[in-house]
């Protein structure tokens, strides 16, 4: 990882917590996308076991939110950091946050997949699906490396995936819709995926959140409720 961007303090002691924190950061992250890849596994194929683990896993990633919270709450009362090291630990805590309620939405499609595991998915195909979930996974992966690298710099390429994650939302809102006209029968089972299918589109949002957080980290400008329009004239000046 750059660590130019992160001043040298005249305690060592100091920049190895500030780097234990990016590290935790990281390491959540990996645990959340791991938690996304599983969950929708689960979901595509019927596997029970897979769902359990992604509901264990939802205890870690709580717990790592709680430690890296407190890391952050004692070096801001102890070291009384300023500019760039207050913006950093201000984002971690914005970031981890972001991740844990991602780690929730993780934890909800599996327990979706376990609710269908009681119905007959053999004829439904998910291809939709799981283009979204590709989607969303590329922004939050996306996002995570911005941070790692301390960088901005495809901050406008990331959010704009969002345009495309909120088409394929509408589409498939829409021909689950006409599932449920269809035949009653499938409304239980729709219904779920419908459930599963926003939280997915709200993964791609707290991926954008991300960015955002990271824009001020940078920056020093807070960015929330930009359009992408406005967004990249921002990036631009």
């Known amino acids: 990882m750059d660590n130019s961007k992160i001043g040298q303090h005249i305690s060592g002691q100091f920049n190895r917590e500030l780097e234990d924190i990016r590290n935790k950061v990281l390491t959540m992250g990996g645990l959340v996308e791991q938690q996304i890849e599983l969950a929708i596994q689960a979901f595509t ?35 009384q950091p300023t500019a760039f090291d207050l913006r950093l630990l201000l984002t971690v805590i914005k970031i981890i946050n972001e991740l844990e ?95 599963t299918v926003r939280a997915m589109e709200r993964i791609g949002d707290h991926a954008c959140y991300i960015c955002e957080h990271l824009i001020f980290m940078i920056k020093g400008e807070a960015v929330r409720h930009l359009s992408q329009e406005q967004l990249e004239e921002k990036m631009k000046g």
């Open 45 to 79: 194929t019927n596997d029970m076991e897979m769902a359990e683990l992604v509901i264990k896993q939802d205890n870690q990633v709580d717990a790592m939110e709680m430690d890296v919270d407190l890391e952050c709450t004692q070096i801001l009362a102890l070291r």
């Open 101 to 195: 309620i991602v780690g929730d939405l993780a934890e909800r499609i599996a327990k979706m997949a376990i609710q269908l595991s009681d119905t007959d998915t053999r004829n439904y195909q998910y291809y939709e699906l799981q283009h979204m979930s590709d989607l969303v996974k590329e922004m939050l992966h996306g996002a995570l490396d911005a941070f790692a690298r301390m960088s901005i710099d495809d901050i406008t390429a990331i959010t704009g995936k969002d345009e495309n994650v909120d088409r394929e939302y509408d589409s498939i809102v829409r021909q689950l819709i006409t599932h449920m006209m269809e035949d009653p029968r499938n409304i239980t089972r729709t219904l779920n995926v419908l459930w």
